[in-house]
């Protein structure tokens, strides 16, 4: 039998995506983006510029401009990894997911773009396998504009016991959230009992995020918003508090999922400047949690944002 060591560093098909104008704006739309801030809704707004973390969507999207069918685009492509056993598509928890930025993405994509992608880590547990992927979004030239990372737990996949565990590759990591003092910046948000259905117009059509039966079924007691929907939701709430809404400003961020968030909630984020970051940068460290339950729904948060000065659009 395969061993799961033979499927970290395995490369997965190559993935076209793309994108329009129009594509950028529904994100900004689904990511919480208010009528004030032209400078991540408003195409022709002199600061517009595509919001960072939308490429964390074409995974799901492709490079389709329609509604896609959400049991095909889970189906496994090509070869399954070696060494990894089947695993439930209902059963998968998404973990942690990352983006830097490498460079600003063009208004449009054009062909010819894809998702390169390898399984960078596996960890087994009593309750099942981790998978740790990088993928990097590329031009049709190869030039890299994004890097991203994220990791998903298979719940219940059947391990080999032995408690094993391998990485090569990983995102940054950041520095814990500072004990002794208060955060330099909170930002609330209400999520609109909508957000779900114009969100999942940006490519992810899992049925859980907007038919209550089945969120229900799977014990979530109803509909549960995306979980990068939550991650946009505070990239662009970081972005609006400490990068003066300029949606350049944002160069890496990455976040642990701890907890659901239901359309309806309101979430609160409480972000501490930790020191400077990479290039010029300085770095956050961040955490959000639903305002009623004081629940943490993302943890672990880390951002690089390149902190300008001057007046407020
Ligand atoms: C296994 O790992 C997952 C993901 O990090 C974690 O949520 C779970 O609690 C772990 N289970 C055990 C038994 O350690
Ligand atoms: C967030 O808190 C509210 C108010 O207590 C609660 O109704 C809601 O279910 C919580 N959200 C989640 C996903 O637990
Ligand atoms: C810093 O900038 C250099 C040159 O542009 C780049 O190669 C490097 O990846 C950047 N580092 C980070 C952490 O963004």
Redesign the pocket.
């Known amino acids: 039998m395969p061993h799961l060591s033979e499927a970290v560093g395995h490369q997965s098909p190559d993935k076209p995506v793309g994108w329009n104008t129009r594509d950028l704006l529904l994100y900004a739309v689904g990511i919480g983006a208010k009528r004030d801030d032209l400078s991540l809704a408003f195409e022709l707004d002199r600061k517009w510029a595509p919001f960072p973390t939308y490429p964390v969507v074409l995974g799901i999207k492709g490079d389709g401009q329609d509604v896609n069918l959400f049991a095909d685009v889970v189906k496994p492509r090509g070869t399954p990894p070696p060494g990894l056993p089947q695993f439930d598509p209902n059963r998968v928890v998404h973990g942690s997911q990352s983006i830097?930025i490498?460079k600003p993405l063009p208004r449009e994509s054009g062909a010819g773009w894809k998702l390169t992608g390898r399984i960078v880590g596996v960890h087994e547990n009593r309750s099942g396998i981790i998978v740790e992927r990088e993928s990097t979004l590329v031009d049709k030239e190869g030039v890299a504009y994004a890097r991203l990372f994220s990791s998903e737990f298979n719940l219940g996949a059947k391990t080999t016991g032995e408690k094993f565990s391998k990485v090569i590759a990983s995102q940054?990591k950041g520095k814990p959230i500072p004990k002794d003092r208060k955060p330099d910046y909170v930002t609330e948000d209400k999520i609109t009992p909508e957000q779900a259905i114009l969100y999942r117009l940006s490519g992810d059509y899992n049925p859980l995020h907007i038919d209550s039966r089945i969120g229900q079924a799977a014990g979530f007691g109803g509909v549960i918003l995306h979980g990068l929907c939550t991650f946009g939701f505070v990239a662009r709430s970081i972005v609006t508090a400490v990068g003066n809404n300029d949606p350049n400003s944002l160069?890496?961020y990455g976040v642990k999922f701890t907890s659901p968030v239901k359309p309806g909630d309101s979430i609160q984020t409480s972000i501490w400047e930790v020191g400077p970051g990479?290039?010029g940068t300085t770095e956050l460290a961040f955490e959000t949690k639903n305002l009623t339950t004081g629940k943490v729904v993302l943890g672990s948060g880390v951002a690089?944002v390149r902190k300008q000065q001057g007046a407020k659009l």
């Open positions: 830097e490498l940054p160069v890496y990479p290039n690089y």
